[in-house]
């Protein structure tokens, strides 16, 4: 299925994306008002907010630029010095855009 990138088609994919975002939200809210949070649950969600951020994180540094393996080390390393995500954060952005301006 294609669809034509006129202004209908932009609008139309914009539409689309804002219904399935809506759904998966409420949906997921929806199925958990009739889970009981235990702490195997609790766990579980716990567990799986870090998975999505490793599986994020690993295809950067596997395949990623000279930059974005600044970041991701500048990241760590300020993360852990640190303990504070902002800063640590910011230090990666200037790492990245400096591995990127130098090279």
Known sequence: MTIETTTFGVLALITIMTVVTLITRFGGVFVMSFVRINPRVESFINTMASSVLI?????????????????????????????????AIAIGLLAAATVRYLL
């Open 55 to 87: 599986a994020i994180i690993v295809p950067m540094a596997v395949a990623g630029d000279p930059g974005a393996l600044a970041a991701l080390v500048a990241t760590a390393v300020t993360m852990l010095v640190l303990h504070k995500p902002l800063p």
